[in-house]
């Protein structure tokens, strides 16, 4: 218990490269994918999202192969699946089940083989655990630069298409008629969802990677009406999940008899709770504050 | 190919193709691609946890996948159906990523129960696969025409006393005995694939729901038996031949669609909804 506390106290995980590394990149995949979240939730894209995360996971193991970069390998393959979602049709309801379930298992299948081919040509072991599972504590400090300006750049795409997403998702008529093409920012969207995820995939791995698009989204949808708010609480909750896992993993070591737990397990599990926290407040909130038309408040912005 | 080792492969992944092409039929048509994902992904710390507390794996399989399905069944109740089933799904991997670091054969084990290893059946595993399957037809083919009704028209489903609450949670338990079954075969991200592919180009062909059914069917063994060939000659992981030719029998099912809608101006099919109104009304008509 003292040991616990002498470790708390004097935050000597702060000092660690690779923490810092982790907080930083882990927390500008939090903070990306809560703004992109609400929107996913929001146009119904959870599925979609996923998919794009599992996808991903093909880019991440053909990255070893290449020799490349694994956010490169990440962030192209989550574009191509998201070019052919919206080629298959993911905009139509009554299309977008099968087409993303196609998408996907696809990229499963690519995914399957880049690993295969990994084990054999190449001396790596261990390549599907990091991929479809993720390693913070591994990152190289040169990868921080990259993670902050696929952040940076994912973030002002968002900025550019709040106005015109929140207006095609509310009332596509009248977006066209003030010369939004839905279309266009669907796909925007889409691509701008692919970076999130891939920065995601990086963290917390590729198959627990919708876990901070959908969850603290999700969580946070359930709280707030007000997309402006539920943003800003999305942000709150990834934030702490993703740094409180980091935090919880590093501290594992000592806890359980130098065995340390997995990040990804800490923060997906801070995150399920959150969501079934969620469920209760939103009754709370409902019996506090009626309000007849949910969607007033996303027309006025 | 078809030596005496390879026979226990073809018989069971045979008969995981047929129940995986019935079961996804009704997958397509209730759009519950999402939950045919997460299940099998769910199912995934089974194994692990039966490694760690030393019983047989399959009786992990089962306790994780009814979890799984109690699960979704009640998140879904509480909100969006697509957040459910994708946080149930994240929260039973990152457990499993957690146990399976916990058992001392973390790489290899990860990547068999995600992609199959298809070419290692013993005559000893056929058995729980053969009686899973006997009871997911019996149960399909008993409720075939709820089921159908359920799926197309839920408000006129209510109206004929069918709840809509118990005949989820029959089909998301059904969808589980497949994945349980299948899992440990085919792995838990093909499961997928021949859950959704093969039902989704047989329904974009017919819209009749009896010859979609019997197409998925052909189209699920079809697949199932030219990726087990392919993978045995390449060596590759079967998963990746499941998976590209699932992506390539839909798009060629929908451009044959097309083609033949444009060219020889051929009344699209009515949709599956309209057909399946016609065979209930049909089937019964002294109520209609």
């Known amino acids: 218990m003292l040991?616990?506390?002498?470790?708390?106290?004097?935050?000597?995980?702060?000092?660690?490269?690779?923490?810092?590394t982790a907080l930083l990149v882990g927390g500008s995949a939090a903070v990306v994918c809560a703004v992109?979240?609400?929107?996913?939730?929001?146009?119904?894209?959870?599925?979609?999202?996923h998919a794009l995360g599992d996808v991903s996971s093909a880019g991440g193991s053909a990255s070893f192969l290449l020799g490349?970069?694994?956010?490169?390998?990440?962030?192209?393959?989550?574009?191509?699946?998201?070019?052919?979602?919206?080629?298959?049709?993911?905009?139509?309801?009554?299309?977008?089940d099968v087409a993303t379930g196609i998408v996907l298992g696809a990229g499963i299948g690519l995914s399957a083989l880049f690993l295969y081919l990994?084990?054999?040509?190449?001396?790596?072991?261990?390549?599907?655990?990091?991929?479809?599972?993720?390693?913070?504590?591994?990152?190289?400090?040169?990868?921080?630069?990259?993670?902050?300006?696929?952040?940076?750049?994912?973030?002002?795409?968002?900025?550019?298409?709040?106005?015109?997403?929140?207006?095609?998702?509310?009332?596509?008529?009248?977006?066209?008629?003030?010369?939004?093409?839905?279309?266009?920012?669907?796909?925007?969207?889409?691509?701008?969802?692919?970076?999130?995820?891939?920065?995601?995939?990086?963290?917390?791995?590729?198959?627990?990677?919708?876990?901070?698009?959908?969850?603290?989204?999700?969580?946070?949808?359930?709280?707030?009406?007000?997309?402006?708010?539920?943003?800003?609480?999305?942000?709150?909750?990834?934030?702490?999940?993703?740094?409180?896992?980091?935090?919880?993993a590093y501290e594992s070591y000592y806890w359980f008899a130098g065995r340390a737990w997995p990040v990804s397990f800490f923060v997906v599990t801070i995150i399920f709770l959150s969501y079934l926290t969620s469920v209760p407040l939103q009754y709370v909130r409902r019996r506090r504050f009626v309000r007849a038309m949910p969607m007033a408040a996303y027309a006025g912005g | 190919?078809?030596?005496?080792?390879?026979?226990?492969?073809?018989?069971?992944?045979?008969?995981?193709?047929?129940?995986?092409?019935?079961?996804?039929?009704f997958v397509v048509l209730r759009r519950s691609a999402?939950?045919?994902?997460?299940?099998?992904?769910?199912?995934?710390?089974?194994?692990?946890?039966?490694?760690?507390?030393?019983?047989?794996?399959?009786?992990?399989?089962?306790?994780?996948?009814?979890?799984?399905?109690?699960?979704?069944?009640?998140?879904?109740?509480?909100?969006?159906?697509?957040?459910?089933?994708?946080?149930?799904?994240?929260?039973l991997l990152a457990v499993g990523s957690l146990l399976l670091s916990m058992t001392n054969t973390y790489a290899p084990a990860v990547f068999s129960l995600l992609f199959g290893q298809v070419l290692g059946i013993?005559?000893?595993?056929?058995?729980?696969?053969?009686?899973?399957?006997?009871?997911?037809?019996?149960?399909?083919m008993s409720l075939y025409r709820p089921l159908l009704l359920q799926s197309a028209f839920p408000e006129l489903a209510i109206s004929r006393g069918?709840?809509?609450?118990?005949?989820?949670?029959?089909?998301?338990?059904?969808?589980?005995?497949?994945?349980?079954?299948?899992?440990?075969?085919?792995?838990?991200?093909?499961?997928?694939?021949?859950?959704?592919?093969?039902?989704a180009a047989a329904q974009s062909l017919s819209a009749r729901p009896l010859q979609a059914l019997v197409l998925a069917v052909m189209f699920s063994v079809g697949m199932m038996w030219l990726a087990i060939a392919l993978s045995f000659w390449t060596n590759w992981p079967i998963g990746f031949f499941v998976g590209t030719m699932g992506a390539l029998l839909f798009t060629s099912a929908r451009m044959f669609r097309y083609i033949r809608h444009r060219w020889f101006s051929t009344a699209l099919p009515t949709t599956m909804k309209n057909s399946s109104m016609k065979l209930i009304l049909a089937a019964q008509p002294g109520e209609a």
């Open chain 2, 122 to 140: 013993s005559a000893a595993d056929l058995w729980p696969v053969a009686t899973i399957a006997s009871l997911v037809l019996i149960g399909a």
């Open chain 1, 3 to 20: 040991t616990w506390l002498a470790h708390i106290l004097h935050w000597s995980f702060l000092d660690s490269g690779s923490v810092q």
């Open chain 1, 118 to 248: 990994d084990t054999t040509t190449t001396n790596t072991t261990g390549t599907a655990v990091t991929v479809m599972f993720g390693s913070m504590f591994t990152f190289p400090a040169s990868l921080r630069l990259p993670a902050m300006m696929t952040a940076a750049a994912a973030l002002v795409m968002m900025a550019i298409l709040y106005r015109p997403l929140l207006l095609s998702m509310v009332d596509p008529e009248l977006a066209t008629t003030r010369g939004i093409s839905t279309r266009w920012v669907g796909l925007l969207h889409l691509l701008t969802l692919a970076a999130a995820v891939a920065l995601a995939a990086l963290s917390v791995g590729a198959v627990l990677a919708s876990a901070l698009v959908i969850g603290p989204a999700g969580a946070a949808v359930r709280i707030s009406r007000r997309p402006g708010v539920a943003i800003l609480l999305a942000m709150l909750l990834g934030l702490t999940a993703v740094w409180c896992g980091i935090w919880m």
């Open chain 1, 68 to 96: 490349i970069s694994p956010l490169a390998g990440f962030l192209g393959i989550a574009g191509i699946a998201a070019v052919s979602l919206e080629f298959l049709g993911v905009r139509r309801a009554r299309e977008q």
């Open chain 2, 34 to 91: 999402f939950a045919a994902h997460a299940l099998p992904l769910a199912t995934f710390p089974g194994a692990a946890a039966a490694q760690l507390l030393g019983i047989q794996p399959l009786w992990g399989l089962m306790g994780f996948v009814t979890l799984a399905v109690v699960l979704l069944h009640q998140l879904q109740k509480l909100g969006r159906k697509d957040v459910a089933a994708g946080l149930v799904l994240v929260t």
């Open chain 1, 36 to 49: 992109i979240g609400v929107f996913t939730i929001l146009r119904g894209y959870a599925f979609a999202g």
């Open chain 2, 162 to 199: 069918i709840s809509a609450g118990v005949i989820d949670i029959i089909f998301l338990g059904l969808l589980g005995l497949v994945t349980a079954m299948a899992m440990p075969v085919v792995g838990a991200l093909l499961v997928f694939s021949l859950l959704i592919a093969p039902a």
């Open chain 2, 1 to 25: 190919m078809f030596d005496i080792f390879m026979i226990h492969t073809w018989i069971a992944s045979t008969i995981i193709a047929v129940t995986a092409g019935i079961l996804g039929f």
